[in-house]
């Protein structure tokens, strides 16, 4: 017994229905593979501006140029007050390099946005109470994130070149968006802080999406927590 081939048959066979199925799969992958690639522009395309643009500005503490003013970068503080381990190992490096007449003003900047967290005065305390003068250490309380303390440190305090302190792995961002905005800037990384390896490794990974965020903040120029110009740098290069 024969007839016409019915639809079941015709798909076996490459029929439309085969047909218009594997178009459609076509265009799924097509989809697929243009959003992998977006995704993978989106986060390598940063990661090469800030590490070209950082490329031979890293120094080690005892090859750094000598600068007037050393901008360290806030990172967490304990509900004690106490700086964290990461923060306390910019700090010291920061510390070492005033001592070895590197620098001869230290610019915390860390985040004071509420009342029950305050980076800048813990990290001022700690140097106090490892031998740096107090009136070599010039708080920047609205250093949100690392934009606005690039940001801030030329258009509140009036510096555009200093010795940028943080961790390793955070110094090409900080220093990308330095230049960007006008900053001759170099950088001393700590990699003391490796010890506490799993949190380094997050710090790294935190590192790819934040130069996103950097690239973003450099594009639209956008505006840092301003106020009227502060001389506490000034004041602190002229005191004793």
């Known amino acids: 017994m024969s007839g016409a081939p019915g639809v079941g048959a015709g798909a076996h066979a490459g029929g439309p229905l085969t047909i218009r199925s594997d178009r459609r799969h076509r265009r ?30 890293l120094h080690d503490s005892t090859d750094i140029p000598a600068e007037e003013v050393a901008l360290v970068l806030g990172a967490g503080v304990g509900p004690d007050g106490r700086p ?14 005033y001592k070895a007449g590197r620098v ?5 900047s860390g985040d004071n946005s509420s009342e029950h967290y305050d980076e800048p005065t813990a990290m001022k305390r700690y140097l106090v109470a490892h031998g740096v003068p107090e009136q070599k250490i010039v708080p920047d309380y609205a250093g ?25 792995y955070h110094l090409p961002r900080a220093l990308a968006i330095c230049s960007a905005l006008g900053v001759d800037a170099v950088g001393v990384g700590d ?11 997050e710090g790294q990974v935190r590192e790819v999406f ?10 639209t120029r956008r505006d840092p927590v301003l106020g009227p110009p502060e001389t506490g740098v000034r004041d602190a290069l002229g005191s004793g």
């Open 104 to 108: 001869e003003v230290l610019l915390v």
């Open 191 to 201: 990699s003391s802080a490796r010890r506490w390896s799993s949190l380094w490794r």
């Open 210 to 219: 934040a130069n996103v965020k950097a690239a973003l903040d450099v594009l």
């Open 28 to 57: 799924v992958r097509r989809a697929a593979l243009a959003v992998t690639a977006t995704g993978i522009a989106v986060l390598v395309g940063p990661w090469i501006w800030t590490h070209g643009a950082s490329a031979g500005r």
């Open 144 to 168: 949100r994130d690392t934009y606005d303390s690039c940001a801030r440190v030329t258009r509140i305090f009036g510096v555009d070149r200093l010795v940028v302190v943080s961790q390793a």
């Open 84 to 97: 964290s381990g990461f923060l306390a190992a910019r700090l010291d490096l920061a510390r070492a390099l």
